[in-house]
């Protein structure tokens, strides 16, 4: 080795002065890889620990019965906006008196049950789109080589034929 390995003092040293800088470095910049590798241990403590808090929960009778009152807001509003068409045809009279008494409810009102309807379906939706598996994206297809390019004779020939 030289000189410098001699004053280092061998392989060992320069190694030690290799973890030594990279020690250093460290302070004022932090390690990316240690970072991420953080960040995933947090990540999966987080995840074992909602999983845990799961693992032994049985639904019971209240459960259940919040679940089946979750699920009765679409189906009633569907079959509303059916029965309100069957209404109109049945009782025009009554339909349209209830129609106008409609006209009476104060706008900030519509706004409130808009954002309530909103948000009931919207948080729906962001559930199933957050719970869906991505798609699995079809590979490229290569593109295909001209006949010149795949063969070293036909683009000898190509050349000789230009001249």
Known sequence: MGLI???LGGPGGAAALG???AGVAEVFTPNATRKMEAAHEAYMAAIDEHGA????????????FVNG????PRPFLAFGTLGLFAYAMVDPDGFSRRMVGLNF???????????????????????????KAPAPQ???????????EENAALRELQRRRDR
Do not use: T
């Not at 009152?69 to 009765?72: E, M």
């Not at 009931?120 to 789109?129: K, L, N, S, T, V």
């Open 5 to 7: 390995g001699r004053a």
């Open 19 to 21: 973890r030594a800088a």
């Open 53 to 64: 808090e799961f693992q032994y929960a049985m639904p019971g009778v209240f459960d259940r």
């Open 69 to 72: 009152l979750n699920r009765l």
């Open 105 to 131: 409810v104060p706008e900030p009102l519509w706004w409130l049950l808009a954002a309530i309807v909103g948000f009931y379906f919207g948080a729906r939706e962001a559930h199933y789109f957050r719970m």
């Open 138 to 148: 079809p590979a490229p297809k290569p593109a295909k080589p001209r006949a010149s």
